[in-house]
């Protein structure tokens, strides 16, 4: 900050100075520079040293540049305190030891770099990268039958064919495998080159032409059943066309679904082709006596008809003293009781039965009514029936009936009845009542009085009574009254039938006689 002074360098032969303090490096070392102010009081100086450093040198890089991939060679520089890179470490990467490992088939520019205060300086080799050899993968059909030819093949260039055992398979200079005889052979494909040798194998098995030979066994089953079928050809598989009629496991044995007929297969199959034996097998269906349907009631003396959609059956009955069966189904009811009625089918398979429980109910029976006879309004008279279960019932107002009991209600004539019903109809039981009137006097009609010695005549409108009087004032015959003798009588008429009697009355006077007395004189 200082003015008016002058810059010099004590070491020119290191660093120069001008009037300015600009210093100029000239070789590796220290100098001394200053600054220096005179006046005429004196000299006063400013000093600092200068270091000037040497510029970097990378030297020259040595060693082989050329590498396997997946190998390492090394480099190496003179020139010390450098470091080492690849451009390119997907082809080459180098250590810090100038080792460099080839990682895949290319060029990396390879670097050893010095740097110091003063710059940066490089020194590079190119290193290429040969690959290995690859052998890649052999692809292609391994399975070969003896007298064919089967095509193998590899993505790898420039390699070449060979079976380590020609007698059972040969490989040409294109990869077509011939089969020679039964067996396996090693076939391989060999790459070489300047990192060596690759191989890459596959095992070729030569086969002989399948053989399936034939089925035996019984070719006919019944659904449901099974039947076994063999074949003397082993490593073959068994099948059937229609599953839906015959199914076969993997032993032959044959179970029949449905009836029709299936076609069963033995496959022998290898890699020379398929070998096929086969067999019809026949199913046969299973009897089916279906389900009767139709009423399986039946009254004592009738016919009830049952049906059963399977056909060839035959009908028949357990128990024939209860019901019969013709050919046809008609159930005929021979006895109260039950009897099992069953339709029976027959085939080569077997036998299937269906069933049903025929009921023969008895015709109803109403017996005979006891009691009866005659009875009054509101006076009852009990009827009985020795059939039981059945109901009683009046045909008219007359009389009403409960539990048997009859009540008369008005005059007239009533049937009663009891009703047996069940499921062969209804008997009916009768007997007829009469109710009577109530006994009815009447009215006594006719003069009150009558005179001793007398006679009057009185009537009712009520026929079959019978008169009478209360004393002996009077007398009556017929409804004719004869005074007797003075005073008062009740006269009766008296009305009697089976439900009791009425009486009607009338009070007479007996009038007595005029009496002129005794004249005396």
Known sequence: AATGGTWSSVTAGVATVDA???????????????????????TAVAITIVTVNPMPNSGSIAGTSTVCAGSVTSLTDAATGGTWSSVTTSVATVDAFGNVTGVATGTSTISYTVINSCGTSVATTVVTVSPMPIAGTISGTSIVCAGSVTSLTDAATGGTWSSVTAGVATVDAFGNVTGVST?????SYTVTNSCGTAVATTIVTV?????????????????????????????GTWSSVTTGVATVDASGNVTGVA???????????????????????????????????????????????????????????????????????????????????????????????ATTIATVNPMPNAGSIVGGGVLCPA??????????????????????????IVTGVTVGTSTISYVVTN?????????????????????????????????????????????STGNANATVVGGVVTGVSAGGD??????????????????????????????TY
């Open 423 to 467: 499921s062969c109809g209804t008997a009916t039981a009768t007997s007829t009542v009469t109710v009577s009137p109530l006994p009815n006097a009447g009215t006594i009609s006719g003069s009150s009085n009558v005179c001793i010695g007398s006679i009057i005549t009185l009537t009712d409108g009520t026929l079959g009574g019978s008169w």
């Open 490 to 519: 009740t006269i009766g008429y008296l009305v009697t039938n089976s439900c009791g009697s009425a009486t009607a009355t009338s009070i007479i006077t007996v009038n007595p006689l005029p009496s002129a007395g005794v004249i």
């Open 20 to 42: 300015f303090g600009n210093v100029t490096g000239v070789a590796t070392g220290t100098s001394i520079v200053s600054y220096t102010v005179t006046n005429s009081c004196g």
């Open 183 to 187: 067996g396996t052979s090693i076939v």
């Open 259 to 353: 009836t029709g007929t299936s076609t069963i297969s033995y496959t022998v199959i290898n890699s020379c082709g398929t070998s096929v034996a086969t067999t019809i097998v026949t199913v046969s269906p299973m009897p089916i006596a279906g389900t009767i349907s139709g009423t399986s009631i039946v009254c004592a003396g009738s016919v009830t008809s049952l049906t059963d959609a399977a056909t060839g059956g035959t009908w028949s009955s357990v128990t024939a003293g209860v019901a019969t069966v013709d050919a046809f189904g008609n159930v005929t009811g021979v006895s109260t009781g039950t009897s099992i009625v069953s339709y029976t089918v027959t085939n080569s398979c077997g036998t299937a039965v």
């Open 379 to 404: 006076s009852t008279i009990t009827l009985t029936d020795g059939s039981a279960g059945g109901a009683w019932s009046s045909s008219s107002a007359s009389a009403t009936v409960t539990s048997g």
């Open 207 to 235: 086969n002989p032409m399948p053989n399936s030979g034939s089925i035996a066994g019984t070719s006919t089953v019944c659904a449901g059943s099974v039947t076994s079928l063999t074949d003397a050809a082993t490593g």
